[in-house]
């Protein structure tokens, strides 16, 4: 089934889908939304049943050339594998998120919503450098005018405030492709991850790519878009917003900063640790402060990802496989914080959580399932959130013990804040007649809290499905990236343990030992 064009289909699909909503009336536009996104995901459990975890390291590519020299190249490896995967799954719950919520205009938001669909498999399985800023920049429209039409009451601002940040980012990456493809020769991204750079070009092409790539994070500063744009969207726009545009940053330094600029990315780290340990700091204890169950949410996700950062900067196979998990668990949790929220809302229309009290006693299934959501944010043994952070924090211990320090402290906040958040919504009495009376789940919302139920449990209990189909990628980014790897505190805890280890051998009248030729023995580099 591999000769299949499976990322082609994928593609023209959901734009097939979004032709036909824009002529259909509300209750056909929400059945072909529905229909084409169930469509992506059989096609998407297909291309994943079709990989070939041990073949090679590019799969299912498409090539054909268009106008003026525009390569239409598609193909992917197990790392764009798994963001296909977590967003073919994610785009039906956001259709059926909005199944009774949306009247007006229909039939233009899930054509949006599938445009929106095509454009983000578009950049995880694009191979050409221009395809691929095409297709990254493109899918702020769909978002924007999700956002613009159909949000709340200060939609005009957020959106405006979204488009503004993400696109003005994205500027310098676009000089610095032009010049990268004059330099090497070729817009082919597998060749350019292999292709060596001049040392001093890439300071500045890492700095280029990083002002987009921070944004679309979000990395603390420029994260201040993103709680206004989750406040303000509607709920499925809110799920897919978090569950799957913010990693396209996270994709952006995996498959362009560090394979393309190793060095660079040696020598920025310390920033990247800098921003991300005040990201863990200061947006959680900005969280715990929060009245609205939106806002508390999406600067949960800040932090999340800056853990995400200060993985892939540690440069091991452990950070960089930690941060992996860490993007696909909070696509599937923070998604799913975002649709318990949505459920409640549509029944009080109101976000603020002074509003709600001792759900568990008239929702008790809603209280389940937000608890297990709850747990997997905050990183519970058992759940998809607790392999990723583990993974991630070993990995950058073995770089920095003060920036494992200050990031484990996120874990503890993130703890307060989300009990904190479930206590005053689900338990306590029962103050507003309103709340009380609400029902609990039905049909339609258990099919969407199921499935990512499921998923998060799976991860969390066998990741070994999900690590599989990455770890050949992993490890040749690994390889790409080891000689500049940054020196840690843990090569100097190494040296100084071996160090004492000699001195103790010393002061008991053991001499050293030495090899023939009378020189000492090399010390190991790097202690593994």
Known sequence: MSGLPFLSLMLVVPLIGAVACLAAGREQARMIALAATMVDLVLGAMLWASYDVGGAQWQFQEHASLFAGFEWKLGIDGIALLLIGLTVFLMPICIGASWNTIEKRAGEYYANFLVMETLMIGVFSAQD??????????????????????????????????????????????????????EAGTTDIPTLMAYNFPVQAQWWLWLAFFASFAVKMPMWPTHTWLPDAHVQAPTGGSIILAGVLLKMGGYGFIRFSLPMFPEASAQFAPLIYGLSMAAVVITSLIALVQHDMKKLIAYSSVAHMAIVTVGLFAFNRQGLEGSMIVMLSHGLVAGALFLAVGVIYDRLHTREIDRYGGLAINMPGYALFFMLFTMASIGLPGTSGFVGEFLSLIGIYAVSSAVTLVCTTGIILGAAYMLYLYRRVVFGVQKNADAAAMPDLDAREWAMMVPLAVAVLWMGIYPETFLAPMRKDIASLEARVAQARPKGDAQIRFAAAHSAGHAADHSAGEPAAKPAGGHAAAEPEEAH
């Open 129 to 182: 450098l221009f395809l691929f800023y095409i297709m990254f920049e493109a899918g702020l429209i769909p978002m924007y005018l999700i956002i613009g039409i159909w949000g709340g009451a200060d939609r005009i601002y957020a959106s405006y405030k979204f488009f503004l940040y993400t696109l003005l980012g994205s500027v310098l990456m676009l000089i610095a492709m032009f010049w990268m493809a004059n």
